[in-house]
């Protein structure tokens, strides 16, 4: 880029270039700086490969957690039987199932009754705060 000033035959070049070759290996350079801020924009927004990238971290992960389990659990060697879970710990852990299926199920009706009770069918929040506000409005007037 150059610009002539007040009357003067000399020119100003710009700052960075020195030169008309300095100056395309600038424009070389800068193509290729946004190429590659091209290319990592569209690699943000391709779902599909961030996806596909996304599953194989985790079945790597998965892989060398299986891995790492494999090698704590004790081989069961030939002519051994393998060892056998004690009862007490499978229905433990079975009570704790039940146990959590219960609470969902107490939290889920407990959530869900509040609209059953007033009106006799299932409605929305909205429904419902605005009929709870009419009956306090109609006792308000008594």
Known sequence: MTSTSGGSTGSRRSAGAKGPDELRQQI???????????????????????????????KGSASHAAHSVRERVPRVSRGRKPARVPRAVVLGGVGVGVAAAAAGVVAWRQYNAPRVLLSGRRRSSAALRRDVSRRLHRLRRK
């Open 28 to 58: 070389a350079m800068t193509r290729h700086q946004l190429g590659d801020t091209v290319e990592e924009l569209v690699s943000k927004t391709d779902v599909k490969a961030r996806a596909r990238a996304q599953v194989a971290e985790l």
